[in-house]
């Protein structure tokens, strides 16, 4: 009887990760980074901030891109992702910049009011409560 080879314990267990081979990144391109659905913040837009109803077109783009990209077109799921981004961002915009702009010409609209106010009440009690200078 022949003895039996012996196997190095460490070449016997393996436990380096991960245990899939590599493919070689010499002759192989660069691969780009998946498109973003953008659909958490179109979700978000389209419950919270659906200024014109542009959250509800960036939620309807988010999910063409997110389908789009799970059946593996990514070039259309590229181009739905970067309309839906577009989308929330105007959504997000339009429902933070509108109100504060508003809110602005109320406050300043309010200021020129009570100057208004004050320089009319000044000229009443002048007009009123005048001497008669006149009559002399």
Known sequence: MLPEPRVPLSAAMDTSYPREERPSKRGS??????????????????????????????????????????????????????KARCYNALATAGSVVLPLLLGALIVTGVIHLSKLAQDSVGFFTYQFSGSDDEDQ
């Open 29 to 82: 391109p660069p691969a780009a980074p998946e498109p973003r659905d953008h659909l958490v913040w179109a979700i978000f837009n389209t419950l919270y901030m659906n200024f014109c109803c542009l959250g509800f077109v960036a939620l309807a783009f988010a999910v063409k891109a997110r389908d789009r990209k799970v059946s593996g077109d990514v070039e259309a799921a590229r181009h739905f992702s970067s």
